[in-house]
T-cell receptor
């Protein structure tokens, strides 16, 4: 079982719609959760982080965390063509000293105008 | 505010050679992590340096080694290169090693091993 799993996509949504990206993780003790956006040929760019159960909103982005279900999601409202990218879910597992990130393989999002 | 910088941007090596990649962290950051990202995959953690010591290590062979300098900059060294080492090597920096510290990535070094 992979530590962090994401649907590879591509997820296609029309411009202006809500894009919903999902991620599950295997380490129940994981402490922090991050969403990064990566454009083709570029490095990952931090979008949001969340530590506690519930929702966290930042502009058009909402991160949702459910530790009991070991599930984290990212909602993008009013999707724009510029949102087309690969979205990486990353988790900080518990237990070891340090804050290494374990990444999923990413979900490709395509926003069609 | 200078972000994370990495050099070189691209590198071509042949099997068996050695390579050194460099990273300067974001201003105010003291912790550097290195990741390897193969095409179509998420980044894989290599190791993390804090206070000039390797604090965490991922599942990578001893051919991968690193160093952190007093100014917090870091190097990643890979010996005896294999074709499978071809990847994007990413450096990320943060303020400390706590689980709430966010990591910011540099532009990466794209390594091709022939």
């Amino acid at each position: 079982q992979k530590e962090v799993e994401q649907n590879s996509g591509p997820l296609s949504v029309p411009e202006g719609a809500i894009a919903s990206l999902n991620c599950t993780y295997s380490d129940r003790g994981s402490q922090s959760f991050f969403w990064y956006r990566q454009y083709s040929g570029k490095s990952p760019e931090l979008i949001m982080f969340i530590y506690s159960n519930g929702d966290k909103e930042d502009g058009r982005f909402t991160a949702q965390l459910n530790k009991a279900s070991q599930y984290v999601s990212l909602l993008i409202r009013d999707s724009q063509p510029s949102d087309s990218a690969t979205y990486l879910c990353a988790v900080n597992p518990k237990g070891e000293y340090g804050n290494k990130l374990v990444f999923g393989a990413g979900t490709i999002l395509r926003v069609k105008s | 505010d200078a972000g994370v910088t990495q050099s070189p941007t691209h590198l071509i090596k042949t099997r068996g050679q050695q390579v050194t990649l460099r990273c300067s962290p974001k201003s105010g950051h003291d912790t550097v992590s290195w990741y390897q990202q193969a095409l179509g995959q998420g980044p894989q953690f290599i190791f993390q340096y804090y206070e000039e010591e390797e604090r965490q290590r991922g599942n990578f062979p001893d051919r991968f080694s690193g160093h952190q300098f007093p100014n917090y900059s870091s190097e990643l060294n890979v010996n005896a290169l294999l074709l499978g080492d071809s990847a994007l090597y990413l450096c990320a920096s943060s303020t400390g090693t706590g689980y709430q510290e966010t990591q910011y990535f540099g532009p990466g070094t794209r390594l091709l091993v022939l």
